[in-house]
């Protein structure tokens, strides 16, 4: 486990969100690059359980008005344990993931309970290519956007769900699937802005609304929860030090917009062209010299 002087030195680094001294020369702009043209889901990949990778059955996920929408109009009977995942092309290892939520309508008709208002983003996935039609959930960790249900009720959001892995919280693997943040419960239809920062396989940080919610370290394949794996994926112990990124549908209507990302990993070599002052973990094999 980290000590609180690294976990501090880290958060330096990474992000103006905690405006440390040692950041305050870097562009709060500088390498923020768009996931989403407003426009259509061409760079994204659909892997929904019971159908093959690349199939967007009942177009679950779709655009409209620059707005990535999950919706169930287009299914037929109950929902039938159809959980769904889009996933951004590209692997990332080092990156501050940003993005707006809402959720919208009703449950659709049989999706369990626990999905009412409740949905998320995974990071560190498995290639849904690896992923057999009949796996229901990816390895991966999540980051679980929840909505309140009643008043006085707590309900936060931005929690930290682990299907098909683990996470070393406060010292120690965690054997809970879902670790709770501190974040405020948010009713209603209101946009919510969710942040993640990812350091390969170390540490980990939600923010919701511009506040730290929740923190923990060294994600890893481990845990249950999911099924029909192929053995040979869920190597257990292994650390994550990279993976995909998706959007998930649970049977609860929600709405994604305004997608970015921040690739932390990158050239470090002030002698390079595509040297960059946020970058924080060094790949100099993509250094590029005149």
């Known amino acids: 486990m980290w000590s609180n002087l690294k976990v501090l030195g880290y958060l330096c680094i990474v992000t103006v969100i905690f405006q440390c001294a040692s950041v305050k020369t870097i562009a709060k702009n500088e390498g923020w690059e768009s996931m989403f043209n407003g426009r259509d889901i061409d760079n994204w990949t659909t892997k929904i359980h019971h159908y093959e990778v690349g199939d967007n059955h009942g177009d679950t996920f779709r655009v409209e008005d620059e707005v990535i929408k999950v919706r ?25 993931l940003s993005m707006e939520y809402r ?33 229901n959930w990816p390895i991966s960790v999540e980051m679980q956007f929840l909505a309140g249900l009643e008043k006085g009720k707590a309900r936060p959001t931005g929690n930290m769900c682990s299907p098909g892995t683990d996470v070393v919280y406060e010292g120690k693997i965690d054997p809970r699937h ?41 994600p890893q394949i481990g845990g249950g929860v999911v099924d029909r794996y192929d053995p040979k994926i869920k190597k257990d112990g292994q650390l994550l030090t990279s993976g995909f990124i998706a959007l998930q549908s649970e049977g609860q209507p929600i709405d994604f917009r305004d997608i ?15 040297f960059r002052k946020h970058f924080i973990k060094s790949n100099p094999g993509s250094c590029i010299y005149k």
């Open 72 to 96: 169930y109009d287009q299914y037929e009977g109950d929902f039938n344990d159809r959980f769904g995942h889009l996933y951004f092309n590209k692997p990332y290892s080092y990156f501050h």
């Open 103 to 135: 959720f919208v309508g009703e449950l659709h008709l049989g999706a369990p309970s626990f999905t009412i208002k409740n949905s998320g983003v995974m990071f560190h996935s498995q290639d849904p290519k690896s992923m057999p039609r009949e796996q």
């Open 260 to 274: 970015k990302i921040r690739n932390l990993k990158g050239c470090m070599d002030p002698s390079a062209v595509n």
């Open 178 to 218: 879902c670790i709770n943040s501190t974040s405020e419960t948010y009713f209603g239809t209101k946009w919510v802005k969710a942040e993640l920062i990812v350091l390969g396989d170390s540490l980990v940080t939600h923010i919701v609304n511009g506040k730290e919610v929740l923190q923990y370290t060294k």
